[in-house]
T-cell receptor, first 111, second 115 residues
């Protein structure tokens, strides 16, 4: 059972553009939704996270939008930079913080 | 900045051999995890560990796998008899003392290649 579905698989954006990655989940017990950034050869690093009591969270150029009724959440990267080129994983967990990861989105920012 | 460290960074082994992957979690963390990532695929949960025992394990974590915290600092993953399909990047992660602290800190991973 794929608990977290992520799309698109990859995207290319021009420098300064907006990258949008979408995720949907099935388990209504999930109450923690982080996004991880992974560079080649490195481990995932927490980028930003949200809990279902808010609909949006912004940290710098990164924003999570959360729709509890639709069981969907998304990551927006504003003013995308070449250094943002990486693979992004959405994830979800309940109180045990056992993360279920999405399949990942490879973002390429063209200068 | 504190970090999770993993050794070895890459291990090549023959099918059927035992492998031990080592992790040093962040020093004041109490919750420990192993995840794996097969090349090009998503990160998958293997096992969580708290208070010197397994909290939860996935279907992947069968009898060939075991974890141990032998000395209060290291956290190890042992694969008793490796199979070709065990080839993957294995990530150790740890989490802080407060039970409601969600952030998992991941190590850089150990790449296991089974021939």
């Amino acid at each position: 059972q794929q608990q977290v579905k992520q799309s698109p698989q990859s995207l290319i954006v021009q420098k300064g553009g907006i990258s949008i990655i979408n995720c949907a989940y099935e388990n209504t017990a999930f109450d923690y939704f982080p996004w991880y950034q992974q560079f080649p050869g490195k481990g995932p690093a927490l980028l930003i996270a949200i809990r279902p009591d808010v609909s949006e969270k912004k940290e710098g150029r990164f924003t999570i939008s959360f729709n509890k009724s639709a069981k969907q959440f998304s990551l927006h990267i504003m003013d995308s930079q070449p250094g943002d080129s990486a693979t992004y994983f959405c994830a979800a967990s309940s109180h045990d913080y056992k993360l279920s990861f999405g399949a990942g989105t490879t973002v390429t920012v063209r200068a | 900045e504190p970090e999770v460290t993993q050794t070895p960074s890459h291990q090549v082994t023959q099918m059927g051999q035992e492998v031990i992957l080592r992790c040093v979690p962040i020093s004041n963390h109490l919750y420990f995890y192993w995840y794996r990532q097969i090349l090009g695929q998503k990160v998958e949960f293997l096992v969580s560990f708290y208070n010197n025992e397994i909290s939860e394990k996935s279907e992947i974590f069968d009898d060939q796998f075991s974890v141990e915290r032998p000395d209060g600092s290291n956290f190890t993953l042992k694969i008793r008899s490796t199979k070709l399909e065990d080839s993957a990047m294995y990530f150790c992660a740890s989490r802080g003392q407060r039970s409601n602290t969600g952030e998992l800190f991941f190590g850089e991973g150990s790449r296991l290649t089974v021939l």
